[in-house]
C-alpha cells in the first residue's frame, strides 16, 4: 500500500525560494500520478499541478502555470514542488495525493500528511 | 474555466440523510470523486467513480451522477460524518485536466 511522507514546516519570508518535497514508499513510483493541492486557511481544495513519473508528464492548472515548478526524482521514488520567489499569498497547507491506479481518471486514494508553509512579507 | 458547483452548507439531523450536489455543465458525461475533509486532517476518499466505495468506507456514503449534477448521499447521518466535503473531477485528455469543487461544510445538529 502507497504510503506519501511531506517534508516539514517551512518558515520563510518572501522573495525566498522554496522546495517542498513528497516520498512515496510501499509501491511503484513511476506507474501512478501524483498530484499537488492547495489549501488556504479556512478554504477550499485547489488543483496545482499533476506529474506521472514514469515519463514526466506534467499538468499545470492555469491558476498556477508559472508560479510553481512540479518534478520527480524516480531514483529517490519522490515528488516535488518548488517556487523561485514566495510570496505572501501562499501561505497555505500543501497536500500531495497520488492516484489508485495509472488511468488518466483515477481517484486519489492516498494522500500526504500535508506541508504547511507560512511566508512572512 | 471548468466549475464545480457545491452548496456551501448543509445540515441534517443525525439518522436523517444528507444530499450534496456537484454541478457543471454536462457532468454527467465525466467520472466524479467525492472525498472527505475533516479538521486538520488530509481528505479521504469516500466515492469514486461516481458509485464505488473504497474499503473501509460505510455502505452509508454513496454516490450519483447524471446530467448536470453528481450527488454524494450519506444516509443515517452519524456526528462523526460532520466534515467538509469536496467533489473532484480528474481526466488527464481534457483541456481542464482537474479540478475540485467548492466543498461543502456538513454539520450534524
Known amino acids: 500500500e502507497a504510503l506519501l511522507v511531506q517534508s516539514g514546516t517551512e518558515v520563510k519570508k518572501a522573495g525566498e525560494s522554496l522546495k517542498i518535497s513528497c516520498r512515496n514508499s510501499?509501491?511503484?513510483?513511476?506507474?501512478?500520478?501524483i498530484a499537488w493541492v492547495r489549501q488556504k486557511p479556512g478554504e477550499g481544495l485547489e488543483w496545482m499541478g499533476i506529474?506521472?513519473?514514469?515519463?514526466?508528464?506534467?499538468r499545470y492548472s492555469p491558476s498556477f502555470q508559472g508560479l510553481v515548478t512540479i518534478s520527480a526524482d524516480k531514483s529517490i521514488s519522490t515528488a516535488f514542488l518548488q517556487w523561485t520567489s514566495l510570496k505572501a499569498s501562499d501561505n497555505a497547507m500543501y497536500y500531495c495525493?497520488?492516484?489508485?491506479?495509472?488511468?488518466?481518471?483515477?481517484?486519489?486514494?492516498?494522500w500526504g500528511q500535508g506541508t504547511l508553509v507560512s511566508v512572512s512579507a | 474555466s471548468y466549475v464545480l458547483t457545491q452548496p456551501p452548507s448543509v445540515s441534517v439531523a443525525p439518522g436523517k440523510t444528507a444530499t450534496i450536489t456537484c454541478g457543471e455543465y454536462?457532468?454527467?458525461?465525466?467520472?466524479v470523486h467525492w472525498y472527505q475533509q475533516k479538521p486538520g486532517q488530509a481528505p479521504v476518499l469516500v466515492v469514486f467513480?461516481?458509485?464505488d466505495r473504497p474499503s473501509g468506507i460505510p455502505e452509508r456514503f454513496s454516490g450519483s451522477n447524471s446530467g448536470n449534477t453528481a450527488t454524494l448521499t450519506i444516509s443515517r447521518v452519524e456526528a462523526g460524518d460532520e466534515a467538509d466535503y469536496y467533489c473532484?473531477?480528474?481526466?488527464?485528455?481534457?483541456?481542464?485536466?482537474?479540478?475540485f469543487g467548492t466543498g461543502t461544510k456538513v454539520t450534524v445538529l
Open positions: 495525493a497520488t492516484g489508485a491506479t495509472a488511468s488518466g481518471t483515477t481517484p486519489f486514494d492516498h
Open positions: 510501499g509501491y511503484s513510483f513511476s506507474d501512478f500520478w
Open positions: 506529474i506521472y513519473p514514469g515519463d514526466s508528464d506534467i
Open positions: 454536462n457532468i454527467g458525461d465525466k467520472s
Open positions: 467513480y461516481d458509485t
Open positions: 473532484q473531477v480528474w481526466d488527464s485528455s481534457s483541456a481542464h485536466p482537474l479540478v
